[in-house]
């Protein structure tokens, strides 16, 4: 298996620019996470999915974070307008089911830098 | 949001050397995990705790739940150079199935 995937590995961008991330899940999973890590805030829970529905998404910062599921092998996470304050590396995990009994296993992240 | 409080926050050990990390949290979890990070990677789980008072061994890794479901701890036999990384406790309530809490992280350093 591929493991998750995530493109791009890495995105430089000016401030006010729209930014997307890419992610694909582990096929047959049926859970997907956005994570945000920051050498601030650490590892941060933004938004995860059960079934391509959205369960929570208490984490996002603000209304410039987005994040879709339009089938179960594809997310996507935008960002629009991006600040400086939004760099970071963004991780996008999968689990085969909830995460108190199933393993959650991580993309390589998209390291994200907002100038 | 809320963080589970780890420590040391930092470790330089020679190989060889025994290693003992912990979390601990004001919040009762009723998971323990524990990730390893390296460098340009996600986290990749070492263990899972499911049960107060467990005890679980991986290898050279051995993890405790605690009693009063606040805390954990990691321990690393004989470290080696490729145990170089960052160390991530995680914690999951009741109710939030699928929402794990991090910890602040600690960093290992083997010298040789």
């Known amino acids: 298996d591929a493991g998750v995937i995530q493109s791009p590995r890495h995105e430089v961008t000016e401030m006010g620019q729209e930014v997307t991330l890419r992610c694909k899940p582990i096929s047959g999973h049926d859970y997907l996470f956005w994570y945000r890590q920051t050498m601030m805030r650490g590892l941060e829970l933004l938004i995860y999915?059960?079934?391509?529905?959205?369960?929570?998404d208490s984490g996002m910062p603000e209304d410039r974070f987005s994040a879709k599921m339009p089938n179960a092998s594809f997310s996507t996470l935008k960002i629009q307008p991006s600040e400086p304050r939004d760099s970071a590396v963004y991780f996008c995990a999968s689990s085969s089911g909830p995460l108190s009994y199933n393993e959650q296993f991580f993309g390589p992240g998209t390291r994200l830098t907002v100038l | 949001g809320q963080q589970l409080n780890q420590s040391p926050q930092s470790m330089f050990i020679q190989e060889g050397e025994d290693v003992s990390m912990n979390c601990t949290s004001s919040?009762?979890?009723?998971?323990w995990l524990w990730y390893k990070q390296d460098p340009g990677e996600g986290p990749v789980l070492l263990i899972a705790l499911y049960k107060a008072g467990e005890l679980t061994s991986n290898g050279r890794l051995t993890a405790q739940f605690g009693i009063t479901r606040k805390d954990s701890f990691l321990n690393i036999s004989a470290s080696i150079p490729s145990d170089v990384g960052i160390y991530f406790c995680?914690?999951?309530?009741?109710?939030?199935?699928?929402?794990?809490?991090f910890g602040t992280g600690t960093r290992l350093q083997v010298t040789l």
């Open positions: 919040s009762i979890f009723n998971t």
């Open positions: 999915f059960n079934n391509n529905v959205p369960i929570d």
């Open positions: 995680a914690g999951i309530n009741t109710g939030t199935a699928s929402k794990l809490t």
